[in-house]
């Protein structure tokens, strides 16, 4: 099967490529370092893709630069898919984006909302944080390292990346469950033992943010709900590994 991948060299694009691989998929990425902009659609042909898994995403914390990015991305994608026959377009989204669509969840759920109205079947898998999530997430102001107050339940992108591959190996789902890691956690946790393990210095501190996304991340409006499909990999067990 030829599997196109959005974003095929992000965080998690780049797991979702050595998955396609080994599960013996020929896998086709989707970038600006392989000459695509998904944005404006430049540079996208599909001829011949049988599947297209979207983990394209940008750094930003503004609502109105996440909804612009995905509305643009999901739009394009889905306009080259039907040109192509594409059968099966798969989206990672974020686990309570829809219920708590501020900041970069808004662009999140918009995504959700135009797959799921679009003409090619589809299939949206929902997962927590990433355990590298612990450290991007730590902002260093002159002794202090600054991180947002947050209950999750983080996973390893390697995890998220193997269950993509195997929902673009079956029929179209429509929303699948829920993917989260194996327990709670607070994310402020979780940074203070990366920061141990690399020696950086700085004292790790939790701080609110502001608005309804803080609320969200503070009050568990992240957090899967009981049907979730739950990874086995820990924390320390991943932080071990790097």
């Not at 750094?59 to 039907?82: D, H, I, V």
Request: charged share 20%; glycine share 12%.
């Amino acid at each position: 099967m030829r599997i196109a991948i959005a974003g095929g060299t992000g965080a998690v694009g780049r797991h979702v490529v050595s998955a396609a691989e080994a599960a013996g998929h020929e896998a086709l990425v989707l970038s600006r370092a392989n000459g695509v902009d998904l944005e404006f659609g430049v540079g996208l042909d599909l001829a011949g893709v049988d599947v297209v898994i979207d983990v394209c995403g940008t750094q930003t914390t503004s609502e109105k630069r996440s909804r612009e990015f995905f509305e643009r991305t999901t739009t394009s994608l889905l306009r080259a898919e039907q040109a192509a026959g594409v059968r099966h377009h798969v989206a990672l989204s974020i686990v309570g984006a829809a219920g708590s669509a501020h900041g970069y969840y808004a662009g999140k759920a918009l995504q959700e909302r135009l797959v799921s109205s679009g003409e090619v079947p589809w299939t949206i898998l929902r997962a927590t944080q990433f355990f590298d999530f612990a450290h991007q997430v730590a902002t260093k102001v002159g002794p202090l390292v600054l991180v947002p107050a947050m209950r999750s339940q983080p996973l390893a992108a390697e995890d998220v990346a193997r269950r993509l591959v195997e929902l673009a190996g079956a029929a179209p789902a429509g929303n699948a469950r829920d993917l989260a890691g194996p327990a709670e956690r607070r994310m402020v946790e979780l940074t203070r033992a990366w920061w141990a393990k690399t020696g950086a210095s700085g004292r790790v501190v939790e701080f609110p943010l502001p608005g309804g996304f803080g609320r969200a991340l503070r009050d568990g409006g992240i957090l899967p709900g009981p049907d979730a499909q739950l990874t086995s990999q820990t924390f320390e067990e991943w932080l071990g590994q790097q």
